[in-house]
């Protein structure tokens, strides 16, 4: 099993850079697939990016593409997500999440693909 608890959000003006770190606990976090999700209020949770267990491969919603990059440093067992250029758009809560299991070029999109969550960051932009 793997704990995750997220870091780094706040507030931040349109244009601005937010850095959010995921740190996870337990020793196989090397294995699983990771992602970022948010959730606006009154909207769903929603995809941003994931990463393969390798990093080999990364994956990105059409919102956070050139704009957001996903990392991880398993060394660590963290998980990061850079973000640039940051949007009114972009508040939510922030959430990693992670699924073991998976092949090694995995970058799962849905919720239902993941099986561990953090509690969330909040990340508010304003205009």
């Known amino acids: 099993q793997v704990q995750l608890v997220e870091s780094g959000g706040g507030l931040v003006q349109a244009g601005g850079s937010l850095r959010l770190s995921c740190a996870a606990s337990?020793?196989?976090?090397?294995?699983?697939?990771m992602g970022w999700f948010r959730q606006a209020p009154g909207k769903e949770r929603e995809f941003v990016a994931a990463?393969?267990?390798?990093?080999?491969?990364?994956n990105y919603a059409d919102s956070a593409k050139g704009r957001f990059t996903i990392s991880r440093d398993n060394a660590k067992n963290t998980l990061y997500l850079q973000m640039n250029s940051l949007k009114p758009e972009d508040t939510a809560v922030y959430y990693c999440?992670?699924?073991?299991?998976?092949?090694?070029?995995?970058?799962?999109?849905?919720?239902?693909?993941?099986?561990?969550w953090g509690q969330g960051t909040q990340v508010t932009v304003s205009s």
């Open positions: 999440a992670g699924t073991p299991n998976v092949g090694s070029s995995a970058t799962p999109e849905s919720v239902y693909d993941y099986r561990y």
């Open positions: 990463i393969s267990w390798n990093a080999a491969r990364s």
């Open positions: 337990g020793r196989t976090f090397s294995m699983y697939a």
